[in-house]
């Protein structure tokens, strides 16, 4: 009752309606202290004008007001605290839509990062491994990884295999009449018609093209390995030998003969100013080697024009090759003959009386194939030793290659 005493009152109320004006304000009181504890400036001075309101206006109309203000402030709280409460909703879906947008994103991302590292991973860099391949009589074909253990391979054939080439993934071999035999990993051969019954005595690759030659001045190409197509050398003499360089085809054979093909297409037939007949032809130190019988050793810039250098021996030269800085011409009974720069030549002896036929370099050392299923390997051209083939089949050549 003291507020009532301190306040301006122009009008006496009963006992009753002071009782009534009390309880009014009470309720209007706790809404504003319970109304989810908002703390609203307005709200505050709402109450106090509510209250003011009781007490100026006539007790005859006093409770009608009250009552549609009552309603009415109770409504309008109402309304605004939801309205209050639905924004507040609203930001947070908002946050939500963020978050669930940003996930989605990372999602992605992550999904790309995923593929991108699974692809990574799927695409294999491409290793290449060591391959040493010999080839000889009744369709041997002997294979290894360090040119000290050897596996018999099947063939298929049952003829003379005379030589291997590796290019566009392929191995292929050629041998007499007209047998060529390809395959991808050196243990498994698939015959291919060559589409001819000629003798195929050599075969390389080189400017996307393989190249093989053969009796009767034969010469057929191929890109794959698999389809092959005849073509005219230019001569009927019997080739030998074929080698690449200088953006040359060099094919050697029977009486001394030597053509040329820029393309293994067309050739040009060159002279050789001998009639001896050549085994062997390979390009290295940016020149051609021809070699053959009688200890002839021909060399060449361009392959048109030769020269005859020295080789101090006598005996027929049936193989040859470069690797580690020397040249090494093969001869009969063991015998070869060995050059720093191709044109002085030294003799040595390999240990064995067998004829000795082919050789390469490759995974740091020599190997040499010949006679009766000979294999021999040296670190340095000076020391051999004897591998165990597994076979007795004379071994016409031997070839290596990094494949994949």
């Known amino acids: 009752m003291k507020y009532f005493k301190q306040t301006h009152i122009h009008r006496k109320f009963d006992k009753s309606s002071i009782a009534t004006i009390n309880s009014v304000a009470n309720l209007l009181q706790n809404i504003y202290l ?81 593929q991108t590292t699974d692809s990574t991973i799927s695409e294999k860099t491409p290793s290449s491994r060591p391959l040493f391949v010999s080839v000889g009589g009744k369709g041997t074909i002997l294979t290894s990884s360090n040119g000290t253990k050897w596996t018999k391979r099947a063939s298929g054939s049952k003829g003379k295999l005379r030589a291997v080439a590796y290019g566009n993934d392929t191995l292929v071999v050629v041998g007499f009449s007209g047998v060529i035999l390809t395959s991808s990993d050196g243990a498994i051969w698939t015959k291919r018609k060559s589409g001819t019954k000629a003798h195929l005595g050599n075969v390389t690759y080189a400017n996307d093209t393989f190249v093989a030659v053969g009796n009767g001045g034969s010469v057929i190409t191929s ?59 390979i390009y290295a130190d940016d020149t051609f080697f021809a070699f053959g019988f009688k200890g002839v050793i021909l060399s060449s810039l361009s392959g048109e024009s030769w020269s005859k250098i020295k ?80 076979t007795s089949r004379h071994l016409r050549r031997v070839f290596f290659e990094l494949v994949e």
């Not at 109402?78 to 639905?86: K, L, R, V």
Request: charged share 25%.
């Open 311 to 390: 080789s101090g021996t006598r005996m027929g030269l049936l193989g040859a090759s470069h690797g580690n800085s020397t040249f090494i011409a093969l001869g009969n009974a063991g015998n070869f003959i060995t050059s720093s720069d191709g044109k002085s030549w030294t003799k040595r002896n390999s240990g064995t009386k067998k004829h000795l036929r082919g050789i390469t370099t490759g995974n740091g050392k020599f190997v040499i194939v010949g006679n009766a299923g000979t294999i021999l390997t040296s670190p340095d051209s000076t020391t051999w030793s004897k591998m165990e083939s597994g």
């Open 223 to 281: 890109s794959d390995g698999t389809k092959w197509t005849k073509r005219k050398s230019g001569t009927k003499t019997s080739l030998y030998g074929v080698a690449y360089g200088n953006n040359t085809f060099v094919a050697v054979g029977y009486k001394g003969t030597i053509v040329t093909s820029s393309d293994g297409t067309k050739w040009t037939k060159r002279k050789s100013n001998t009639s001896v007949e050549f085994n062997e032809v």
């Open 34 to 114: 319970h109304s989810y504890q908002i703390e609203n400036e307005w709200y505050y001075y709402h109450y106090h004008y509510l209250k003011l309101k009781v007490f100026t206006l006539g007790i005859e109309e006093k409770m009608k007001k009250i009552l549609h203000i009552l309603l009415i402030s109770c409504f309008s709280f109402t309304i605004i605290s939801c309205a209050e409460i639905n924004s507040s909703m609203d930001d947070i879906s908002n946050k939500y839509d963020e978050f669930s947008k940003e996930s989605d994103e990372t999602e992605k991302t992550d999904a790309k990062v995923e």
